[in-house]
T-cell receptor
């Protein structure tokens, strides 16, 4: 079992719709969770962090965490073509000095 | 520029040659990380520093790889006797303390021919 799992996609949504990206992780002791956006040929960019169960909203982005189910999600409201990118889920390793384990990423395509 | 800076941006080398990459982190960040990313994969952890101390190195990392962070400022990653399988994007990131997300540099794309 991979430590951090994401559906590779591509996930296609129409412009203006809600995009829902999902991630599961294997280590129950993980405490910090991050979403990064990566455009083709570019480096990852941090867009959301979440540390406790529930929802965290920042503009059009909402991160959701359920530690009991070992599940993290990212919702993007009013999706725009500029949101088309690969979204990486990252989970911190307990006692690992903030070492992050990344999933393989989900490719999102927002269509006009 | 207050971001993470990596040099060079691209490097093409012949198999068997040594290469060295440099990373300048955000000045107030005490933690520095090196990751490697291949096409279609997420970044893979290589090693990290807290100030000048190298605290962890991936067990998957060959002895051909070495990293330094003298004086807790910039860091270098050296790959000796490069192999074609070393071709990847090498990413440096920095953070302030633990439990925070990273800021990544633009990366160094290595191609071994």
């Amino acid at each position: 079992q991979k430590e951090v799992e994401q559906n590779s996609g591509p996930l296609s949504v129409p412009e203006g719709a809600i995009a829902s990206l999902n991630c599961t992780y294997s280590d129950r002791g993980s405490q910090s969770f991050f979403w990064y956006r990566q455009y083709s040929g570019k480096s990852p960019e941090l867009i959301m962090s979440i540390y406790s169960n529930g929802d965290k909203e920042d503009g059009r982005f909402t991160a959701q965490l359920n530690k009991a189910s070992q599940y993290v999600s990212l919702l993007i409201r009013d999706s725009q073509p500029s949101d088309s990118a690969t979204y990486l889920c990252a989970v911190s390793t307990p006692g690992g000095g903030n070492k992050l384990t990344f999933g393989t990423g989900t490719q999102l395509k927002v269509e006009l | 520029d207050t971001g993470v800076s990596q040099n060079p941006r691209h490097k093409i080398t012949k198999r068997g040659q040594n290469v060295t990459f440099r990373c300048d982190p955000i000045s107030e960040h005490n933690r520095l990380y090196w990751y490697r990313q291949t096409l279609g994969q997420g970044p893979e952890f290589l090693t990290y520093f807290q100030n000048e101390a190298q605290l962890e190195k991936s067990r998957l990392l060959s002895d051909r790889f070495s990293a330094e962070r003298p004086k807790g400022s910039f860091s270098t990653l050296e790959i000796q006797r490069t192999e074609q399988g070393d071709s990847a994007m090498y990413l440096c990131a920095s953070s302030f303390g633990s439990n925070y997300g990273y800021t990544f540099g633009s990366g160094t794309r290595l191609t071994v021919v």
